[in-house]
């Protein structure tokens, strides 16, 4: 008995075993209709004895056959978890609430909510905004912003939500034709993500934002390096409205990639300008330049190149003197970008090391308040667009951005929402199973371009619909017009601060005035001080570099 007590982790096994030659016997002597259990339980049996052989999984070997149903469960333990488990708040990475949110806007159908909030007003992070007793109505809800400064011929009015990049290749075709078919319909802009411009995002004839990468995909020599002629010729496709040198992107900065040569296709060997057959390499930093002034002469060059197209840059904020060194190469050479996209550390990805995604840059609040100081410390914020990314999905996403210092706003994932994600997190695998986030044909073809791109439109439409609405109860005219005065914070449980107090905007010029130094801003003039045009490299530690205290031991032995 105790040996079967001990040993019981076994007995699905020998059950298994045991019903396989019950149902020979049967099948032998009683009916051939029992051959329907041999070949089930005989199936299981063969699992059985061959994971107690197998070496690579231990729980296999000890509980042979009923080990497998751990590994079932864990195969779809998101949606287990989504579908059954989260409540309609818990951010994984988005809430039950916000996508379905945007589903229903997508769908035009009701989203409305009965019985009052379900968020935790008194819980520290809450934000709300201010409104007015003298609230206003907009009946216009297209609301946009031109882009591109003196230097810039063909300037962009740019919708205040717009799609945020994402390649074909990690979207599928028909996600990205569905995407860009309803960036037409609603007027707004669909940026291409590094992946450049595809058969798909040429057919769908919307309006482009053409991303340039470290890869230089869409207008690169054999070698990778950059090239002149491909670009003139991509940028002169009349589809593109900006150029946006990506720096880095939110979810990985830092992080360069690679497409395996089995995963390069026909259709994006056509669109990257990439062989098959090979890997296709994207570095982590670019290779035509590698200082702040170079950044800056780049860009002039693409807009020359590009016929005088709004061009501009995207990255996560990381050391903060680094872009200030970019602000100082502004200054210098007397070139300025166009716009500045902010993209914060919470943004999406189709794959990302776990370290970058959870612990590796700035997230889009504070970069945004960031960049924004620094542009208007140093004098030139009223001649740069700022663009922003990481989460925005409600038009109180999009009015809270614009309060902090962003002109208008871009989303990925919320895009993926209106055309049916299901937030799987299976991206990476190819295995989406909406058919968005996959090259699998079959997968893709459950993805309807024509419906798809009126979900896309429509969550627009009604987006901006509902950003008029925050708009007019706050007592505004135009969402451009919302200040951090017009939101407040929750600090603590019993403790909450204006928006100018969480989220300050600093004077005018204060970097650059030559004037006695602004008390609290300390830290401001310090990294300003250390940041230079010419490298990114630091000049000096600030606190002095680190010594380590000599072996104590050791002085002591030697003595």
Known sequence: MKFLILN????VLAGVTLLTFASLICAAVVDVWFWVPVVIFGALM????????QTRHSILRNYPVSGHIRFILESFRPEIRQYMIESDQDEVPFSRQSRGLVYQRAKGVEDKRPFGTIEEVYSS??????HSVAPTSITDIDFRVRVGGAACKQPYDASLYNISAMSFGSLSGNAILALNKGAKKGGFAHDTGEGSISRYHREGGGDLIYQVASGYFGCR????????????????????????????QGAKPGHGGMLPAAKITPEISEARGIPMGIDCISPAAHSTFSTPVGLMEFIARLRDLSGGKPVGFKLCIGHRREFMCIVKAMLKTGILPDFIVVDGKEGGTGAAPVEFANRVGMPMREGLTFVHNALRGAGVRDQIKIGAAGKIVTAFDIA??????????????????????IQAQSCHTNHCPVGIATQDPLRQRALNVGDKSDRVARFHHNTMHALAEITGAAGLTDPRNFMPYHFM??????????????????????????GPEIEGLHDWYSRWDRASAETFAPSEIPFGPFK???????EKAAQ
Not at 222 to 243: C, H
Not at 489 to 514: I, T, W
Not at 548 to 554: C, E, G, I, M, W
Request: proline residues 3%; hydrophobic residues 40%; glycine residues 8%.
């Open 548 to 554: 380590r205290h000599k072996n104590v031991v050791t």
């Open 46 to 53: 063969v699992v059985g004895w061959f994971d107690l052989r």
């Open 125 to 130: 992070g809450y934000a709300w905004l201010t």
């Open 489 to 514: 914070v929750r600090q603590k449980d019993n403790e909450f601060l204006d928006g100018n107090e969480a989220y300050p905007y600093l004077p005018e010029g204060f970097l650059v005035s030559g």
């Open 400 to 421: 809270q951005t614009l309060a902090l210092g962003a002109d208008w706003c871009n989303a990925a994932r919320g895009f993926m929402f209106a055309l049916g994600c």
């Open 8 to 11: 019981q982790r076994y007995a």
């Open 221 to 248: 020599n054999d070698d990778g390096t950059f090239s002149e002629e491909r670009f003139a010729e991509t940028a002169s496709n009349p589809q593109v409205k900006m150029i946006e040198v990506k720096l880095s």
